[in-house]
């Protein structure tokens, strides 16, 4: 580890101050995936599963150079000095970060650095997401899995993002942190196959080649995509019409093959019935940041169509339907931060998403979140905005896991397994950071 007489490195400063409360492995993702990865020459040949821009672009840069080159969608990080056990990271991609992966002549393999200081320190050896057979094949109609239904998490999870365009873009009310609409426009340049809309024939025709794929290890998918404004409607649809097609013909045809999360807008609970009842089990409404002022401000379109309060008590309601710990709503962590509008200071900001997290937990929902990603093509990205602190990161993976000892909650289902060295949820380290004696182990 890198110290010298005039410098400790950040990391090496939370890991030795909180490693007993917070696994090194979880502490290393955070300050990863808050800062993104460099990488040094990767062998476009290799057979590893490419980034699938499947909904956002989770890339701090997207310019040319960077999505015209095929980076691996996950790496999973292993031994180094902090005797790491595997941990898989969702891959950003962030020229100036200080985190680099590079090619080892002497092990044929990859390696991961760190900046600290004027060192370059070994942080760890690299594995690169594998391909996966299915993801080489195409549909029925000749679309491609990889587009159609790639998959995430090492493989665990199915994401069905069916419509990549959403409407709060086209009201200029889009979430702040959000580069959905530009990542689509984006992709579109370099790949004229990436679709916006998909069908629903093809979504099941994927689903059937990945059920039938002897390397799938998929446990659950999430069907999701843009939000669709009532008032507005897309070809008539309303969103729950929308989404409510998709997810009857998948269970219709796989009921039980894999447990069905859906992420939409907050609803009243007669369309929430109508989820449930074509077979959603977890229903994720997320929240994204929760200080009355901030969600306004950061997430107007939410605000405008309606209402944080509203939103509030249709998550409450969503309970009711789905049951007790299966309303899965998520916070943006870091965007509490964020400049112009967020705090100044990192302990009122961890104090405010706390704020959220107990009231949500203390009725029955279990909020999670995902670590800010400042794409320089959304909102909080142009106005300059860069990562949250680690500081932050930290503070909230130990506040967010003693809320849910406090409530005695279970492990949310459907995010694959929990603990260091299995954990497979990519984009934070909460599930990392389970501890093995919170697990029965
Ligand atoms: S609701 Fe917000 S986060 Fe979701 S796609 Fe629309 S703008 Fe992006």
């Not at 446990?219 to 008032?231: H, P, Q, R, V």
């Not at 979140?369 to 990205?381: A, D, I």
């Not at 932050?392 to 060295?421: D, F, I, Q, S, T």
């Not at 954990?423 to 950071?433: G, I, L, N, P």
Request: with cysteine.
């Amino acid at each position: 580890m890198s110290k010298n007489n005039e410098y400790t490195d950040e990391l090496d400063f939370f890991i030795e101050k909180y490693g007993r409360d917070i696994n090194p492995e979880a502490i290393i993702k955070e300050d990863i995936l808050r800062q993104g990865i460099s990488f040094g020459d990767v062998d476009q040949e290799e057979n590893f599963s490419g980034k699938s821009y499947f909904i956002f672009s989770f890339n701090v840069d997207n310019d040319g150079d960077v999505i015209n080159k095929k980076y691996p969608e996950e790496i999973a990080l292993i031994n180094g000095p902090y005797n790491l056990r595997r941990t898989i990271i969702s891959v950003r991609i962030n020229k100036t970060s200080p985190y680099s992966v590079l090619y080892d002549k002497e092990s044929k393999g990859y390696k991961i650095y760190k900046y600290k200081g004027k060192d370059l320190d070994y942080i760890g050896d690299v594995l690169f997401s594998p391909e996966k057979s299915y993801m080489l094949k195409k549909t029925e109609s000749g679309k491609s899995v990889r587009d159609a239904a790639p998959t995430i998490e090492w493989g665990y999870l199915i994401y069905l993002a069916v419509f990549r365009m959403c409407q709060y873009f086209e009201d200029g009310s889009e979430c702040a942190f959000c580069d959905m609409n530009s990542n689509y426009l984006n992709q579109k340049k370099s790949n004229k196959n990436y679709s916006a809309v998909k069908s629903v024939e093809d979504i099941l025709s994927a689903l059937s080649i990945i059920s039938d794929a002897d390397d799938s290890n998929a446990g659950a998918y999430t069907l999701t995509g843009g939000s669709i404004i009532d008032e507005i409607k897309f070809k008539g649809d309303t969103e729950i019409d929308f989404y409510v097609r998709f997810l009857e013909a998948i269970e219709d045809k796989f009921k039980g093959r894999w447990i069905s999360k859906v992420v939409v807008q907050a609803h009243t609970k007669e369309n929430l019935m109508r989820l449930k009842n074509a077979g959603a089990y977890i229903y994720h409404t997320n929240f994204e940041v929760w200080d009355k002022n901030l969600f306004d401000k950061i997430c107007p379109g939410k605000s405008k169509f309606i209402g944080r309060d509203e939103w509030i008590n249709r998550i409450i309601d969503a309970v009711s339907v789905f049951g007790e710990y299966k309303v899965i709503p998520n916070f943006v962590a870091g965007v509490e931060l964020s400049k112009p509008y967020g705090f100044a200071d990192i302990d009122e900001a961890v104090n405010s998403t706390a704020e959220g997290l107990d009231f949500f937990m203390s009725k029955g929902v279990m909020p999670r979140y995902t670590t800010w990603c400042p794409e320089k093509t959304s909102r909080l990205g142009k106005m300059g905005n860069t990562s949250a602190p680690l500081e932050y990161y930290v503070k909230l993976l130990m506040k967010w896991h003693e809320l849910h000892y406090k409530y005695g909650l279970p492990v949310p289902e459907g995010y694959g397994e929990a603990g260091a060295g299995k954990a497979e949820f990519s984009v934070s380290a909460f599930m990392d950071a389970f501890k093995s004696e919170d697990l029965n182990l």
